[in-house]
């Protein structure tokens, strides 16, 4: 199986760079990064220490329903190169264990797919999910905080 990282799309991105409000109509803050902890969803790298960074609230769901969850996100602020997909992205090797849940084609959630994984362990377990019938993508979340990280499709 080929999985497949899906970061935020680069219209999403230039739309919110460009001013453009987040999940609860607000203005994207603006910040500088420290260095530690501040991972971009659209090129799912690192924002390196002293670069700006815009924090907003996010949606990462076609339609808003009980189950499309909004939380708080990074991105660079300033044009980033939005990543290929194939291979497992930078930030997801940042942290010791992340949440992963599966979604079927509905968009809600897939009771029993839902848990804390090892960084290590994540492939295995995305290949694992996907491979049942009802689970149509994965989200990857923040086992800290909770925070999305990105989507896993197979492919």
């Excluded at 994207?28 to 700006?52: A, F, Q, T, W, Y």
């Excluded at 991105?75 to 979604?103: F, Q, W």
Aim: net charge neutral.
């Amino acid at each position: 199986m080929n999985l497949h990282y899906i970061a935020m799309s680069v219209q999403e991105a230039e739309r919110l760079r460009q001013g453009g409000r987040d999940a609860y109509g607000a203005p994207p803050e603006r910040r500088i990064s420290d260095g530690d902890g501040v991972p971009c969803r659209h090129c799912l790298r690192n924002v390196d220490e002293g670069k700006p960074y815009l924090t907003l609230a996010y949606r990462p769901f076609s339609s808003v329903q009980a189950y499309s969850e909004t939380g708080p996100i990074f991105m660079h602020a300033e044009y980033c190169t939005v990543h290929d997909g194939r291979t497992l992205p930078p930030i997801l090797a940042s942290s010791k264990s992340y949440l992963l849940r599966g979604y079927g084609s509905d968009e809600r959630i897939v009771y029993g797919t839902g848990g804390a994984v090892d960084a290590e362990q994540i492939e295995q377990r995305a290949e694992e999910l996907l491979a049942r019938p009802d689970v149509a993508f994965l989200h990857v979340r923040s086992a800290k905080y909770n925070c999305y990280q990105c989507r896993i499709e197979a492919r």
